[in-house]
Every structure is written in structure tokens, then in C-alpha cells.
């Protein structure tokens, strides 16, 4: 566990064609920004080996009868995830209310999917432990939306003594001026916003890899 203790950790929260994809249920309103964003640090994360927790929302059918939009219901293309935020060697954790959870686990698989069945990931009990008892250096988070779901998960890094960075044009939204507010909101927190450009870079220069990866830029993390 311990190699994890210095290292930045993904957390890639709603990337799901519903959120993503033009033809989705409700996708967001910067999603095709976002998307080739996300693109990009997955890629990255592929190039990296960053280890990268992942949380998907999953509702039921009867969950969104009568609603006027029903997004991300189980067995329906909208509730998978988009392909590019996809890693290869990645494992699919259920949710069943229980704590039961290897901290360990991102050792042995580059990425865990886990679902949530509300708007804040903590209500996922295994998600909660892992974000909470995890060894990690930084949290860096992007997805959908900033200002609800990731607004959330930040907030509760904070309290819990974790640090936590947003990559903010990896983030979509459906209400600009809420998303706004919410990355000043948790900067002045002390969560660190940076740029995809910015992020990419600056991890690159921490590792020594930047003039490889600026030579690979086309054809890796583009």
C-alpha cells in the first residue's frame, strides 16, 4: 500500500455516455470540451500508470418512471461509461452496502469502478472507505457535474483531511454560474484548480518525463 502514499490518485467520477455523448440523455452543457479532456488524462494516466478510482451513477428503471429525464439506467448504452475513460487492467466493484473494501486495491488493478446511486459518492460505502482510509499523495478529480457530484466529493476529501486538486475544463456542467461558484467555493478551501495543460505538465515535470511526453503529445495524450 505504501507506494501509493506519494503518488496523485485519479478519481474519475460520472464519465458516462448519458453525461458525455451528443446523443446522451442529458448531457452536459461543455460536454464535448470535456470529453477530449478526459481523453487526454486517461491517456496520460495509461502513459503514467496513475492509479485512478472511478464512481458511475446506476438507477433503476422504477427509480426514473414519471421523471422527465431518465439518465443512466441500468442496461441501457447511457449508463456506460464513455470509452476513452477506460483503462485497461480495471476491475468493477459492487455495490452492496458494505465497508468490505482492499485498501490495496489499486495495487493490483489500475482502475476501480464503483457505482453510487446518489449525488454525493460518499453514500457508497466501499467508495467512502477507499477515499477516506486509501494511501494517497493528492486526489485529482475531473467528471460530471462540478457543481453538484464533484462539489461533494471534494468537499468531503477536505474534511477528511485529504488533499484534492480539480481539473476544471474535465469537468462538466449543466448550470455555469453554479460551477463557477463551486470551484471558488473549494479553492478557498484549499483545493488546488489547475488546467488539463497545467496538470499534465506539471506531473510530467515531477516524474522527468516531460520531453518525452511533449514528443508523444499527438499521438498519447491528444
Not at 461543455?30 to 491517456?43: H, Q, S, T, W
Not at 446506476?58 to 441500468?74: F, N, Q, T, W
Not at 495495487?107 to 494517497?136: C, G, S
Request: aromatic share 4%; glycine share 6%; hydrophobic share 40%.
Amino acid at each position: 500500500m505504501g507506494t501509493l502514499s506519494n503518488c496523485d490518485v485519479f478519481v474519475d467520477v460520472c464519465t458516462q455516455r448519458d453525461y458525455l455523448a451528443s446523443a446522451g440523455a442529458h448531457p452536459c452543457v461543455n460536454a464535448a470540451d470535456v470529453g477530449r479532456n478526459v481523453k487526454r488524462l486517461i491517456a496520460f494516466a495509461r502513459w503514467e500508470k496513475v492509479p485512478t478510482l472511478s464512481c458511475v451513477d446506476a438507477r433503476r428503471p422504477d427509480e426514473v418512471r414519471g421523471l422527465p429525464i431518465g439518465e443512466c439506467v441500468l442496461g441501457t448504452l447511457g449508463q456506460a461509461k464513455v470509452p476513452c475513460s477506460l483503462l485497461p487492467r480495471r476491475i468493477i466493484v459492487e455495490s452492496d452496502n458494505s465497508l468490505s473494501v482492499p485498501l490495496d486495491l489499486l495495487e493490483r488493478y489500475q482502475q476501480a469502478i464503483l457505482v453510487k446511486r446518489h449525488r454525493d459518492p460518499f453514500t457508497n460505502p466501499k467508495l467512502d472507505r477507499l477515499l477516506t482510509e486509501m494511501p494517497a499523495g493528492r486526489f485529482v478529480i475531473f467528471g460530471v457535474p462540478l457543481e453538484v457530484s464533484i462539489r461533494l466529493l471534494v468537499l468531503g476529501l477536505l474534511l477528511r483531511g485529504r488533499k484534492a486538486a480539480i481539473v476544471t475544463d474535465a469537468c462538466g456542467f449543466w448550470s455555469e454560474p453554479d460551477a463557477q461558484m463551486a470551484a471558488r467555493q473549494l479553492e478557498a478551501k484549499g483545493c488546488q484548480l489547475q488546467n488539463t495543460d497545467e496538470y499534465i505538465q506539471a506531473a510530467a515535470a515531477r516524474t522527468g518525463r516531460a520531453s518525452s511526453l511533449r514528443g508523444r503529445r499527438r499521438r498519447s495524450v491528444a
